[in-house]
């Protein structure tokens, strides 16, 4: 059976024009689908049963022992920390951050070691953005900052930028302009019309010469900027200002690198700036496919992105303290129930050491580096193949996953629910 | 058979014709009836103040912008929370309140329904995910067509019929309730940070104007036989001098419908102004009020401005980029393809500033001038005049001409020159202000025969009562307990059950969303139409199929079905 218009649940461009051909319960064919696409949807090995760890070795449980196991080391904990929920649906989420304020736990994503300094300094200076759709059909020129497209969001090029033709750009790849910043000349920087080539940590600095710049300030500008030269960001800036209209993307290499959300705020001040002149937006290049949708989730639930502390009985947000990394290095969590992530292979050593010494549990399809941290695991259906559920683009569009054949896993809301009605069950209300 | 009977009520329905009389409410299952049996529950409401469940009839309070709002602002979410008690979750926000914020403080104040004054329908399974998660209200959404490109082309070619079927079948698949103009074809040019100022610009590449727009989505909106008019969001928002806009607009507005306006124009204060720049701003309401008062097709909504904190947003991008230029706070725009815009920053009404102290007037007198209740609805265009929980301090001020004369004092000194509000001696009655709370909004809305705004046999039993004896109490003097009294009501009753009592929320809820389905030939549906579906293959980011938003998002719909009159 080929199913049509499937949604790709891998990064975040959700991608939703794969045709998908299904055998019973496996996929045996994708098309239009990335490299990236088609393995998550072809290369598919599953943990085949919860495990527990049991001295050395890993015993299988039934579903009913591992969710009622989970419930009681949630319960038993003073300080537990439920993390991840960025690979799995709006629903899942959701039923996680109730459980969130029903256990008076802390709640984060993996916004924590990503863009979380980008939400930070949206929450400054706010976001000039836009859909996805208005950068395809309208925009004449594009700037990729501090990230590579090519290899993190493989279509990103061709579904909205680069080679994408829309309403007002008939053969986009020659009528529009993409400039690619950066420390390495990455593949996308190949096929850019501009590269700019800065020195590492250098980006607050170059952002702040283009503002001055943009503010006509042009004589103020040294003859180097970190590694670029005045001659070159005159033009860069001409070309930002000769837009008719821009979109700027960024990426890791302004959120993780020297100056972090300073960096951002940076960004998004020359984006308002740029505006006194002609259109231009600027948009975080989200990673997972629904990360956009937790920070969505959490934020009409509780009022916060990301890293929201119910220990209190409020919601409490305060990133540096509130976020994961920092708890666990502070070695302040009792327990940790990870959801659709994998913070063994993403988290510094220490906190990784942390999640290994208290009793961890992973809900996840597969096995990863946080199953070696984990004292028990629960498989689950993968959204977007065998479970289905809303998911956040990273420009903020909804779109229904779809479920392209009922396997034998239940879906995180399944289990999740059962973990929230069993820890319901012992809180009651009040 | 759950059965409530409430006695000794004092009961406003305006329409049912009750203007205030002692009365007892029969409920059962939900609805209300003649008469209960002798095992029915009993509220003994002790003489007070009972009315229909309260309507707000132009709110932002879900989906992706009002969300954003939350996003980009920890100082308002930490400015108003509460703990999880009891059946209640935790709320966060003093401006843009968290979902159940929001539910729960409407609910305490005894609203019942609430309309959503903007959704993009590109993102509109956003704004039903959060409905859902606003268990106190029935919902329903505004959704956006100003800068609709499909719209815009049959306006070029003088096509209401296709027009009405782009509004058909999107309004179907984005399960919307009503068309939403805001800053009409201006949304379109600010794509290219553009706008337009006037009714009569032409937007670029369109080459259609926001009069055409507008004139052309009235009669598009009632070929369909939609239960609510065009909700316009006039052009030239904000703008000093911008009352002309505003007549202008008003004087075309034919009158095509019986029961109800044919365009309703939403937060009138801030289509107003009068001068031409900051400094000499003034009040415009007596031309507009005048234009209302003559024009029975019109209906207008206040959007009241107070003073103190509160975050803007709307579908108005370029009037939300003006704002930051003058604030220079923070800003944020989200521009949807094909569809519309918006923007988003946070704001401070002053009493020092005169322009603030005259749009605080404006909106007063607006609602003072405007001779007929039914056609001006109390609203602060929530939160952009002002939060919801402002409500009861503006009726205290609508009902008592000795509170406004006390805030004058506090006003910028000079404001008395700029605006007539304190030569208005008008105070409104309780009548008057069950009509603009709950029955003008369930009239303009079409809304009173699915049982809404009313308590006649078959309706909907959503009741508020409040702890006012009108029979006791001289608004005009008592003032403050008028403002307490609004606040928070004694119960709050949603579908026959007690919901909240004496501001305590007491049942978890469970809410229904209500949406339009047109029934249009089978040659005017787009489904298949190849211009149509040309535009999801080429422009838009999202495949057709993927569209529209599933019934799994609607747990409790009520689709209200017309037949077209085509």
């Not at chain 1, 419930?71 to 996680?96: K, N």
């Not at chain 1, 000039?128 to 309208?138: A, D, E, I, M």
């Not at chain 2, 209302?292 to 206040?302: E, F, K, L, S, T």
């Not at chain 2, 947003?313 to 989200?334: C, I, R, V």
Request: aromatic share 8%; with cysteine; hydrophobic share 40%.
């Amino acid at each position: 059976m080929k199913v049509e218009d499937v949604v790709c649940p891998f990064c975040g461009c959700l991608c939703d024009d794969l045709v998908v051909e299904v055998e019973g319960t496996r996929v045996v064919s994708v098309e239009n689908g990335c490299t990236l696409a088609n393995e998550k949807f072809l290369g598919d090995n599953r943990l085949t049963s919860p495990i527990r760890r049991a001295g050395g070795a890993w015993q299988q449980v039934s579903y009913e022992e591992a969710i009622e196991e989970t419930a009681a080391i949630l319960l038993d904990a003073d300080r537990p920390l439920l993390y991840g929920w960025s690979g799995t649906h709006g629903e899942a989420q959701s039923i996680g951050v109730h459980l969130g304020e029903l256990l008076g736990a802390l709640i984060d994503n993996t916004s924590t070691v990503c863009h979380g300094p980008s939400i930070m300094a949206i929450q400054e200076v706010g976001h000039p953005g836009c859909t996805l759709g208005q950068v395809k059909n309208r925009a004449d020129v594009v700037v990729y900052w501090g990230t590579n497209p090519i290899d993190a969001h493989p279509r990103h090029m061709s579904r909205y930028t680069t080679f994408a033709d829309g309403f007002f750009l008939t053969d986009a790849f020659l009528e529009r302009k993409v400039i690619v910043v950066d420390v390495r000349k990455s593949e996308s920087a190949n096929i850019a019309d501009e590269f700019v080539k800065i020195e590492p940590g250098g980006d607050y600095a170059v952002l702040a010469a283009l503002r001055a710049i943009v503010r006509g300030k042009r004589s103020l500008i040294p003859s180097f900027v970190s590694g670029v030269s005045r001659e070159q960001l005159f033009r860069v800036a001409d070309t930002l200002l000769g837009a008719k209209f821009g979109a700027i993307f960024f990426g890791l290499g302004l959120t993780m690198s020297r100056g972090r959300y300073k960096n951002v705020r940076n960004a998004i001040e020359l984006t308002a700036e740029l505006n006194r002149h002609t259109k231009w937006t600027i948009s975080p290049m989200r990673g997972h496919w629904n990360v956009y949708g937790s920070n969505e989730v959490f934020t009409w639930i509780s009022g916060y992105p990301y890293a929201v502390d119910f220990a209190r009985g409020i919601a409490f947000y305060n990133p540096g303290e509130t976020t994961s990394v920092d708890v666990l290095r502070r070695g302040e969590c009792d327990a940790c129930l990870v959801v659709a992530s994998d913070p063994g292979a993403h988290f510094p050593r220490a906190c990784a050491e942390h999640l290994a010494r208290i009793p961890t549990v992973q809900i996840d399809p597969h096995v990863n580096a946080t199953t070696h941290l984990a004292r028990l695991q629960i498989p689950v259906a993968v959204t977007g193949i065998d479970a289905e559920g809303t998911a956040y683009r990273m420009d903020g569009v909804p779109i229904r996953t779809r479920k392209l054949f009922t396997g034998r896993y239940p879906s995180d809301t399944d289990v999740l629910m059962k973990i929230y009605d069993r820890v319901k069950e012992e809180k009651g209300h009040g | 058979m759950a059965e409530l009977l409430i006695r000794n009520a004092f009961v406003i329905d305006p329409l049912s014709g009750i203007r205030g009389e002692i009365k007892d409410i029969a409920i059962r299952d939900g609805k209300i009836v003649e008469d209960t049996g002798a095992n029915a529950e009993v509220i003994d409401a002790q003489g007070c103040l009972t009315l229909p469940g309260g309507i707000d009839s132009h709110s932002h309070v879900c989906g992706t912008k009002v969300n954003f709002g939350r996003y980009m602002s920890p100082e308002d979410m930490r400015a108003g929370r509460t703990s999880r008690k009891g059946v209640m979750h935790v709320t966060s926000g003093y401006s843009v309140p968290t979902t159940f914020g929001n539910s729960y403080r409407y609910s305490t104040m005894g609203y019942t329904t609430v309309l959503e004054g903007a959704m993009a329908p590109l993102e509109a399974r956003h704004t039903h995910e959060e409905f859902t998660a606003t268990p106190h209200q029935d919902m329903l959404a505004n959704t956006l067509f100003d800068g609709n490109w499909s719209v815009m082309e049959a306006v070029r070619d003088k096509d209401v019929k296709r027009a009405a079927a782009v509004v058909a079948w999107t309004l179907a698949a984005v399960k919307g309730f009503a068309i939403k103009l805001t800053n009409p074809g201006g949304t379109e040019a600010w794509g290219f940070g553009k706008d337009v100022h006037s009714i009569h610009d032409t937007v670029p590449h369109f080459g259609v104007t926001p009069a055409e727009i507008i004139d052309t989505m009235i009669r598009a909106n009632e070929i369909l036989n939609l239960p609510h008019s065009v909700h316009l969001h006039c052009n030239n928002l904000g703008v000093p001098g911008n009352y002309q806009t505003t007549l202008e607009t008003i004087e075309r507005v034919p009158d095509l419908h019986a029961r109800r306006q044919t365009l309703y124009l939403t937060h009138a204060q801030f289509h107003s102004y009068g001068g031409s720049t900051w400094k000499d701003i003034s009040s415009k309401s007596e031309d507009i009020a005048r234009m209302v008062n003559a024009r029975p097709q019109v209906a207008i909504d206040m959007g009241q401005v107070m003073f103190g904190r509160t975050t803007t947003m709307t579908a108005d991008g370029p009037m939300e980029f003006k704002l930051y230029m003058l604030h220079q706070n923070k800003w944020s725009n989200h521009d949807v393809e094909l569809e519309t815009g918006s923007g988003i920053i946070p704001v401070f009404y002053s009493r020092k500033s005169l322009v603030n102290c005259v749009m605080w007037a404006i909106g007063l007198e607006l609602a003072l001038l405007t001779r007929d209740p039914w056609q001006c609805m109390l609203s602060t265009d929530n939160p952009n005049g002002a939060p919801f929980i402002k409500y009861p301090e503006i009726i205290a001020l609508l009902m008592s001409r000795r509170f406004r004369d006390r805030e004058s004092e506090l006003l910028e000194p000079r404001t008395g020159h700029y605006v007539p509000l304190f030569a208005i001696d008008r105070e409104l009655d309780w009548y008057e202000i069950a009509v603009m709370t709950r029955a003008a909004q369930a009239k303009a809305l079409g809304i009173t025969s699915i049982g809404k705004g009313h308590l006649s046999p078959g309706a909907e039993a959503d009741i508020a009562i409040y702890p006012l004896k009108p029979q006791e109490i001289d608004p005009s003097a008592e003032y403050k307990q008028v403002m307490a009294g609004f606040g928070k009501t004694r119960y709050t009753i949603k579908r026959g059950r007690v919901v909240s009592r004496d501001g305590e929320v007491v049942v978890e809820g469970a809410n229904s969303t209500i949406w339009t389905k047109a029934r249009i030939p089978p040659e005017l549906d787009l489904s298949s139409d190849p211009e149509f579906v040309k535009k999801f293959e080429q422009y838009y980011t999202v495949r057709m199929s993927n569209y529209p938003v599933q019934d799994v998002y609607l747990p409790r719909g009520v689709c209200i079905g017309t037949e077209a009159s085509l």
